[in-house]
């Protein structure tokens, strides 16, 4: 089961703070529920060898490990699912790859992109990413930002279950709650927090209600 409550996406510039080893352990102390492994510039052989040290730092917690963009190193790594964007591997061709105990994410900017994502066949995508809700400075290339009307009406269009992303710190929780909104994604309020457990725990206490998918 994946608990979407509270989703990590790392940054590795940002993870430097603290390093990415301890921020893992920090975040999952402070009650982050999945973890998403994100590096667009890393090798894939880099990638893996942070993939492991993730691995390392999740193992026994219970928190799964997903990888942005590289389905084709999960079963490498050893994580427990992918997370596909728009322009990354087809979500059909991406689960056909993953099997069917992996978890597969899949981020979604618009109507249409939601509307195409529920219809496909079911099993394929197990939680959409909405964002951004707000402009941020840590995806450069990111959509139009949604707000908090945006997002809800994507969420309301969604048979899957999803987590909004994109600027959402502990002061806006109040604003991405809305019916389909199983949890919040973020980056920069955890990986570059003074205390990432902290920043954590704030984020967890704060969004409370708990949602389950898989
Ligand atoms: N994906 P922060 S926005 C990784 O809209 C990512 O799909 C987005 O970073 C999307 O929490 C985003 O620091 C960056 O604002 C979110």
Known sequence: MLDLRLYLVTDTGMTRRHGLDATLRAAVRGGVTVVQLRDHDASDREFVALGRLALAALRGTGVPLILNDRVRLVEEVGAQGAHVGQSDLDPVRARE???????????????????????LPTGTVDYLGLGPVWATSTKADHAAPLGPDGLASL?????????AIGGVDASRLASVRAPGVAGVAVVSAVCRAEDPALAARELRAGWGASVEVG
């Open 155 to 163: 969420a309301r269009a969604s048979t899957l279950p999803a987590v």
């Open 97 to 119: 790859m993953l099997g069917h105990t992996a978890y597969l994410g899949l981020s979604c900017h618009t109507q249409d992109q939601v509307t195409a994502a529920c219809a």
